[in-house]
Each structure stands twice: as structure tokens, then as C-alpha cells.
């Protein structure tokens, strides 16, 4: 249905986490990292190891990312 409709991603807290913040007056910036495909889209089942596997394998990739942003937040400051 997501596809249909044109989303290339589907998060599943990222929505109702950013709702709740908002609701308590902080600033949201929204950051996902996506690990594995959907249900369904992959003819292999899924598998939580696989996405334990590229989250070590992405870690030191994605912190220096967001280490950036927030280093680049701060200078705008």
C-alpha cells in the first residue's frame, strides 16, 4: 500500500515519536536508518539477524553522519 501510494520508506515509530514531541515543544529532526526490506518485497524471509549484521556493518558510518549534523546544528546556532 506505502509503495502505491509513492513512499520509498515506511518507519515504524518515527510518526507517532515525532508526534509526542512536538506535542512537548521540541524541535524534531527526523533521521532513519533503514536496515532490511518489508515483508514481502524479498523472496528470502526476514531474518533479525540480517539487520543486526548492517547495523554493525553501517554503525561507524551513520554516527560520524550524525555526529556532522549536530556539529553543523551547533554552528548555526
Not at 521540541?26 to 547495523?55: C, H, Q, W, Y
Amino acid at each position: 500500500m506505502a509503495r502505491i501510494l509513492g513512499a520509498d520508506a515506511v518507519g515504524m515509530s518515527t510518526v507517532p515519536e515525532t508526534i509526542l514531541a512536538r506535542h512537548a515543544g521540541l524541535k524534531v529532526l527526523g533521521i532513519s536508518f533503514i536496515s532490511n526490506m518489508a515483508a514481502g518485497i524479498e523472496k528470502t524471509p526476514l531474518d533479525g539477524d540480517d539487520v543486526i549484521r548492517v547495523a554493525k556493518e553501517s554503525g561507524a558510518r551513520f554516527t560520524a553522519l550524525v555526529s556532522e549534523i549536530i556539529k553543523k546544528i551547533g554552528e548555526k546556532q
